[in-house]
């Protein structure tokens, strides 16, 4: 996939740090997309990566950041600032797409609705099984926090101004909050797309919860 293609539909920013024992599992989800390789791009920013990591990347993607911040919500804000595609996708270094059809599955979504600014999906979390795209709350509708399992309109995002800060911890908690205060229009796809590797041994997450 070459990075001189325009006027792209998506593109799929993974943020990575040593993750040459598993990042390729993500990788090949997203290029083993039943779609058209022109209307997509794939965005990895190595962060602080002494291993095989970008090789294993530039494998699928020739747009590979390297970064030295040591925190993920800049790595992720670094994808954002050079992505071109229509939406913005996340996904995590060690986690995956369920199917060959997820940018099938959101594009004809899309398609159907008139507007929006999010669009949120389900997702597969691991040990516990299907998660929808929304939690309640004392009765209240809450979106999860996570920044992996939604489609962001990258115009409204980026007029919206909000951008990842240098939070070590829970970056996408404080990302999601402050553009939620803008209050997007939000559509939701009660479907699952995304497998949610939680507590991986190793990750960020599991590390955190130490």
Request: proline fraction near 3%; charged fraction near 25%; hydrophobic fraction near 40%.
């Amino acid at each position: 996939m070459l990075s001189s293609k325009k006027d792209l539909k998506f593109s799929i920013i993974i943020p990575a740090h040593n993750s040459d024992a598993f990042i390729d599992k993500a990788l090949m989800s997203v290029y083993n997309q039943d779609y058209d390789y022109d209307q997509y791009e794939i965005i990895v920013v190595c962060d602080k990566c002494t291993d095989n990591t970008p090789a294993i990347a530039k494998e699928y993607t020739d747009k590979v950041i390297k970064v030295d911040y040591g925190r993920d919500g800049l790595a992720r804000q670094a994808g954002i600032d050079i992505a071109k595609g229509q939406y913005i996708l996340f996904m995590d270094d060690d986690d995956w797409w369920l199917h060959e059809y997820v940018l099938k599955t959101l594009d004809d979504y899309a398609a159907q609705l008139e507007h929006f600014d999010v669009l949120c999906f389900g997702f597969i979390w691991k040990s516990i099984g299907y998660t929808g795209p929304v939690r309640f709350l004392n009765g209240r509708k809450v979106l999860w926090p996570n920044v992996w399992s939604k489609m962001y309109n990258r115009e409204w995002l980026i007029r919206s101004g909000v951008r990842f800060g240098d939070a070590r911890m829970i970056s996408d908690l404080h990302f999601s909050r402050a553009l939620m205060a803008h209050d997007p229009e939000t559509a939701y796809l009660d479907q699952p797309l995304y497998y949610y590797n939680y507590m991986r041994i190793g990750s960020q997450t599991e590390r955190e919860g130490k």
